[in-house]
């Protein structure tokens, strides 16, 4: 499983594509966003994360970490691309 670990500051487009540039997204992979560490982001940033998944052609991803209300807008920023974000417990 590729794992995109998110910092505490969360704050860019340009950073969002630096993590996920990161790691290998392929249809054959699973991928987790680990948010544990994170304390602020900006919409830009999560919509742009959101964004990358889905033109890489992934239908799913993990959320880890991160609280409620960072759960309900990936959720919501996912459903709006088609894509299904499951919370997972670690």
């Known amino acids: 499983m590729a ?7 969360a704050g ?15 249809l054959e992979s699973a991928l ?3 948010g544990r560490n994170l304390d602020i982001n900006t919409d830009s940033f999560l919509l742009q994360i959101v964004k990358r998944i889905s033109d890489a052609g992934l239908t799913s991803f993990e959320l880890v ?3 409620q209300q960072w759960y309900d807008a990936v959720r919501e920023a996912a459903r709006s691309a088609g894509i299904t974000a499951v919370v997972a417990d670690l």
């Open 32 to 34: 987790r966003i680990d």
């Open 3 to 9: 794992t995109v670990v998110l910092p505490n500051v």
């Open 65 to 67: 970490g991160g609280g």
């Open 12 to 26: 860019s487009r340009a950073l969002a594509d630096r993590l996920i540039d990161g790691v290998k997204l392929d």
